[in-house]
């Protein structure tokens, strides 16, 4: 009998060598890659319907359920503590120092920016922001946006173009009339 386990061991053995120095070579990758991905699908399918009601069963599972939230939170500390010892003590740090000033001069500049649209829409200083907004008279308002230099275009005039208002009276026939002719 062992010798029959050993006969086998060898023709399969003999089998994969032969797929895999001399067959396998010469197949394209994506015939491959499909094979292989339906291969794991059918597998994925088949222990699927083999051990469903063992999933169905099993309940230990459900009793995590309860510590979700707690480790969820746990992680989200871990992280950040992760995040601050990488960027705070490493030699990052001296990035994360000028990159917060940039972002402190970026916000500067974006608040007088707004500020002097206020200023420009709406007729307030920065002291006049705390009271109560007049509406903006858009009407007055001049935006210094350039205007485009397009020429005119006028639609060229077609002599036999079809009157097309028959449509208006629900009248299908003249409509058609018109239209084609």
């Known amino acids: ?10 023709i399969i053995a003999a089998i994969a060598a ?13 015939l491959l890659a499909s094979a292989s991905a339906i291969a794991l699908a059918g597998g994925v399918w ?15 599972q459900e009793q995590l359920r309860n510590y979700a939230g707690f480790v969820m939170v746990f992680a989200v500390i871990v992280m950040a503590y992760g995040f601050y010892a990488v960027f705070a003590t490493s030699a990052m ?25 206020q200023e420009t829409m709406f007729g307030i200083d920065e ?19 350039p205007k485009a230099n397009a020429p005119k275009a006028n639609a060229p005039k ?5 009157k097309l208002n028959a449509a208006k009276n629900n009248d299908l026939y003249s409509f058609a009339r018109n239209l084609f002719g």
């Open 158 to 162: 077609v002599p036999n173009a079809p």
């Open 93 to 117: 740090a001296p990035v994360t120092t000028s990159a917060m000033s940039m972002i402190t001069d970026v916000t500067a500049q974006a608040s007088e920016s707004v500020s002097a649209l």
């Open 18 to 30: 032969i797929l895999t120095y001399a067959i396998l070579p010469r197949i394209p990758v994506v």
């Open 46 to 60: 088949w222990h699927l319907t083999q051990f469903s009601w063992e999933y169905r069963t099993s309940t230990w």
């Open 127 to 145: 002291e006049d922001v705390g009271e109560e907004l007049p509406p903006p008279n858009f009407r007055n308002m001049k935006l210094n946006a």
């Open 1 to 10: 009998m062992d010798t029959l386990y050993t006969t086998f061991l060898l």
